[in-house]
């Protein structure tokens, strides 16, 4: 290993950790813009599936290894002009890879596993460039060390500044590039930087070589070695923030769509918890913040777990996003606190990383597995309290012993309660499960690992005998599934909404009656029993649901749907959970994989009416919904055809950019707001549709309906590919 000596900057040297921030900060910006930019011209390609942003974490934390390792390895084996050669011949190789684009003939595999594909395409489009700015932070301030900048034994400042500039490039992409810029003129600019970047990493370098400190010396004390218990606290302080980031974006997600800002505001307050915790000043003492983090304990507990409710509103929202802030700040405090001696820094990032990496693992691939809900951040949360009960946290085999038998034997009550006494009340059983937790986890305090093998053993098992009440339970890469009763109906939800249901009396009926937004009185509905309806030969449906639609078939008609969730498809096709598609459109296909992608493949199909109903909980795919999407609609869409879009949603006001297309594009455009009438039938619900037709005569009865009012466009800037932005039509 290279020793640095401790100097003083005289002449030249001052000016060198300006050149080195400037590096450090350009390259961290470069880093983190890249992240939500790359994964807003992914997310398309999969469906604006939520899940999308947490594989990118994945990825972008499993490269992170990658470059911290590769840092690693070439300062610990080769002197510093090497180091500089080898990485700017891999700068070099990385504009290969520029402007960042889908490569060429890629396409989403519906029999393949969604997250593989997705890393994959990650992978191949941004990998190597990613890779050379992973490497650069501990890079740097090794190479800052070796130089005659002042504090160039403490090299530990310039974290701060490389923090600095990822959380700046990371507000910066949802608040300024995203609502002025689209994508290909965000990309270039990204690229330039890049280009850049290659001038700041060579001056560095330069400043580096000429100092005084790069020649090897011999260390006049060896640093204390870094045993694996060390290594382990290192890991668990690293995991925890970081999956509880991603269950909390997750959950968001769910509830409010996936959207660039949804995903960096977390990942902002992430990187702002090292920025104020990685110093010798912190913001506050320990004890202060441990009552902040039990607080926020308590409500991502509570969240996590359903307590709160299924659905969390924006104020819950802002709570979540704090509560996980001072779950951050806590581990993060905890981090530095551990953090070891300035000769083991490289080390210690690798670790780190590797920590963030296993959270984003443990989030994408393993709790999908797992679990049939998003019940990783309640085990995340579960883990995170262990860290308020002691700083001990190596494991041993008989730490390990003692966590697991007194697991098995906390969690026995619970299981008795269950599997032979038949208690059922969930909300009984979830607080017996936690309370049981708390208590093994109080009396194994001492020794932290051991508490914490023994609570997670409590809460697994609650998660899994703990009865909900649901007759399917499912997750998938595009978000969970769940048919339960209540009220005499039979619901399927996705995510946190409702998306079908069928009365239970009708499962004995030859045709059942669909309910909610897809009620006789509900626009759809009116549509399709109209006299457009009833003459169309044609029909084309994207988004399946639990293909209530499909009873407004007419004999004779052909009916296509359009799925990109083969659990869906399964749901709805199968006659113990509901009875709409085996019994009215058996036969009727359906296209798996992303609508657009399926009908652009679809050259020369003609349908009378075509619906747009595909989203997940109440995040509409933005892509469904740009301008061009709209153009290739109307190319699948006979002369005289009608467009629908059931736009019900809880935030957007997605009619705002139907209405600039439509005008562009010179349709005739509808809209209703269907108000329903619960009170009368509790299967009558309000729903949002927009009608778009290339001429009134187009509409036929429908245009003389007056529920339909004309939509006229704002004139504000369409919607296209390139860009979109969400944040403008909230309601």
């Given amino acids: 290993m290279f020793q640095a000596e401790s100097r003083a900057a005289t002449g030249p040297g001052i000016m060198i950790p300006v050149i080195f921030t400037a590096t450090i900060f350009l390259s961290a910006s470069l880093l983190f813009f890249v992240q939500p930019l790359f994964a807003r011209i992914v997310l398309p390609q999969i469906g604006g599936a939520p899940a999308v942003w947490t594989t990118a974490m994945l990825f972008f934390q499993s490269v992170l290894i990658g470059g911290y390792l590769y840092a690693h390895l070439v300062t610990r084996y080769l002197p510093v002009p090497a180091q500089i050669a080898v990485h700017l011949l891999l700068w070099v190789s990385a504009l290969c890879f520029l402007p960042l684009a889908i490569p060429e003939g890629w396409r989403y595999e519906p029999g393949t596993p969604a997250v593989w594909q997705t890393l994959a395409l990650f992978g191949l489009g941004v990998g190597v460039p990613f890779a050379v700015l992973s490497a650069n932070a501990p890079l740097i301030q090794f190479w800052y060390a070796r130089s005659d900048g002042p504090s160039s034994d403490d090299p530990y400042f310039l974290y701060g500044a490389s923090n600095l500039g990822s959380l700046a490039a990371l507000l910066a992409f949802p608040l300024v590039a995203e609502p002025l810029f689209g994508a290909t003129l965000i990309g270039k600019g990204w690229a330039m930087g890049f280009v850049a970047l290659g001038a700041f990493l060579l001056a560095s370098g330069v400043s580096a070589t000429r100092g005084s400190g790069w020649t090897p010396v011999r260390a006049e004390a060896p640093a204390a070695p870094v045993g694996l218990g060390q290594i382990g606290r290192w890991t668990l302080l690293a995991f925890i923030p970081s999956s509880m980031m991603l269950a909390v974006t997750t959950k968001i997600s769910t509830d409010i769509g996936a959207i660039p800002l949804v995903w960096v505001i977390p990942l902002s307050l992430y990187l702002l918890s090292f920025v104020l915790t990685f110093t010798r000043r912190p913001l506050m003492s320990l004890g202060v913040l441990r009552i902040f983090y039990l607080a926020a304990l308590g409500w991502l507990g509570a969240v996590f777990t359903g307590l709160s409710g299924a659905h969390v509103n924006l104020y819950g929202v802002a709570g979540l996003i704090a509560a996980f802030f001072a779950v951050a700040m806590f581990a993060h405090t905890r981090l530095y606190d551990a953090r070891p001696d300035g000769r083991h820094l490289t080390l210690f990032y690798l670790v780190m990383s590797v920590g963030g990496a296993l959270g984003g693992l443990f989030n994408s691939i393993i709790a999908p597995v797992v679990f049939d809900s998003l019940a990783e951040g309640g085990v995340t949360t579960l883990l995170a309290a262990t860290l308020v009960l002691s700083k001990e946290m190596r494991l041993t085999r008989g730490l390990a012993t003692r966590g697991a038998v007194a697991g098995a034997i906390a969690a026995l009550p619970l299981i008795l309660a269950v599997t032979v006494f038949g208690i059922a009340d969930w909300l009984t059983l979830k607080l017996v499960m936690f309370g049981l ?228 594009l010179g349709l005739v455009a509808r809209i209703e707001n269907h108000p329903g009438r619960p009170d009368v039938d509790p299967g009558d619900t309000a729903s949002r549709v927009v009608m778009l037709a290339r001429s009134e005569a187009a509409l036929g009865d429908m245009a003389s309906d007056a529920r339909w009012q004309e939509l006229r466009s704002d004139g504000e800037r369409l919607w296209t590919d390139d860009f979109a932005n969400l944040l403008s039509i909230l309601e």
């Fill in 437 to 664: 937790a708390a208590v093994v986890a109080v009396l194994l305090r001492r020794t932290v690992p051991a508490a914490a093998l023994a609570a997670g053993i409590v809460t697994v098992s609650g998660t899994y005998l703990i009865p909900d009440g649901d007759i399917f339970r499912d997750r998938s890469f595009f978000g969970t599934h769940r048919v339960m009763d209540g009220d005499g109906m039979r619901h399927y939800a996705n995510g946190t909404t409702i998306h079908g249901a069928e009365r239970l009396s009708d499962y004995s009926r030859a045709k059942p009656q669909p309910l909610f937004y897809y009620h006789p009185n509900a626009p759809m509905a009116r549509v399709l029993t109209s006299d457009i309806g009833r003459s169309a030969k044609s029909v084309g449906i994207v988004g399946l649901g639990v293909g209530s639609l499909a009873c407004y078939r007419n004999e004779g008609q052909d009916w296509q749907f359009y799925e990109i969730d083969a659990v869906v498809d399964r749901i709805a096709r199968n006659p113990d959970y509901f009875t709409f598609m085996s019994a009215c459109a058996g036969d009727a296909p359906t296209h798996l994989g992303d609508a657009r992608m399926v009908l652009a493949a679809q050259e020369g199909l003609k349908y009378d009416i075509l619906i747009i109903d595909a989203y997940g909980s109440d995040a509409v795919p933005m892509h469904l919904t740009t301008h061009e999407a709209m153009q290739l609609y109307l190319d699948r869409l006979a002369p005289d055809g009608v467009l629908l879009y059931h736009i019900t949603n809880r935030y957007y006001a997605i009619q705002r950019p139907l209405a600039r297309s439509a005008e562009a």
